[in-house]
């Protein structure tokens, strides 16, 4: 009986929904601890495919419980969104859903804020739903959190203090504050729906722990978008990293046994910022359309590129990673070549490390690996994969240190090698 932090390890859209879905048919809990409606994790059971952004992955897995945690930016509307697709599709969660009353809650000056930047010249590519501007007021102590919702009086203030603080950046981009009671009272109107969610979760996380039982710790975003860890300025507004899973739920770092790390077969980024191993030709667009690479929130087209392991190297340890699961294999088959960056070539020397304060003119040193051609998605054993294939894996298990302990090669659940016993398997 464990806890197991799943972790993005590239720029996001790893695979993290499916993977999570999979590992929740052994777990009692899962938790999102970070991020918001930036998020976007698909999950394809029998044919039907379902996205969430706020409610967790697990949640189709009627047993067990999900815990929207602490650290996460949520939007209200966006929530009972998700709420009335679970109810269309009968996914009962009453009991066994919740949402942390300390998480932040985006309101729509937020989502007007991240819009009206996103126009001018200091746009970085965000998902334009408020997620940045939210934990702006939080880091600012003039944040509105879920459980502010159930207080009217309280709420009308914290919101009138916050418009009063946002007016002038607000006019400077050009448009208008909204006016507080329209927001006071579109905030209200989701109350009814959102009650019974909201609790203190951070001891029902602690409660899970302490009595053994299988909990998973779902991240949002990856490692290179983790507000410290990522490539800066171009991340999100939070510890995307494994450790984001202690602060934005409420347990201790010894209190988690294991990490997975998500890990997808080639690179792909949404929006801006440096991307060393970036594709601009056929390869690229061939990763993206078998691939089927638009962001599942915007839509947006994915820059695709290829797989770099220096940059594996840094997520497996400023995350902790025990073990990788290796998604959308499936996707090379068919390549032309095949390259996988190895190392970089910094001012002339070369290095093993991702440099990350110098990606803008990091030069990345590829090695070519066998192609194929078969297509792999009925496969359900790993010895069965084409050589080529087999020896993909064991060159990223060999270059990364860490052992590739599932293999995703198709977006079904069913479509993937190893699934069963992530927490048996662990040793703690
Ligand atoms: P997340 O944000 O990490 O949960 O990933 P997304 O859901 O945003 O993007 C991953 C996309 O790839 C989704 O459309 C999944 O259905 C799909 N997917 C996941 N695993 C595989 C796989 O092994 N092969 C293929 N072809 N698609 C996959
Ligand atoms: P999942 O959980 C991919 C990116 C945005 C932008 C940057 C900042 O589905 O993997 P934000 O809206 O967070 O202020 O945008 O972060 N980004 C993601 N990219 N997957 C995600 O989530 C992302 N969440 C944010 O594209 O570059
Ligand atoms: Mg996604």
Redesign the pocket.
Known sequence: MSSVVVV?AQW???????VVDICTEAADMVVRYAGGPN????L?VNGAKLIVRLIPSGILHEKTACILGQGMAIDPATLVGELDELDRRNVRYAGRLFASDKAHVITPYHVLIDTLREAGPDAIGTTKRGVGPCYEDKAARRGVRLGDLRDATKLRHLIGAAVAAWSPVIRALGDEPPEVEAVVTSLLSLVPRLTPLIADTAPMVQGAVRAEKNVLFEGAQGALLDIDFGTYPFVTSSHSVAGGACVGSGVGPSQIDFCLG?VKAYCTRVGGGPFPTELVDDAGDHLRNV??EYG?VTGRPRRTGWLDLPALRYAVRVNGIDAIAL??I??LSGMKELKVCVRYRVNGTETDEFPIDDLATAIPVYENLATWTDDISAIRDRSRLPAAVQKYIEFIEKNVECAVTLI????SRD?TIGTSGIFDSIDV
């Open positions: 993005g996001g859209d790893e695979g993290k929904g499916k998020a976007g994790h698909t394809v998500l691939g089927q599942s998604t959308k499936d996707v995703s090669v198709g977006p479509e």
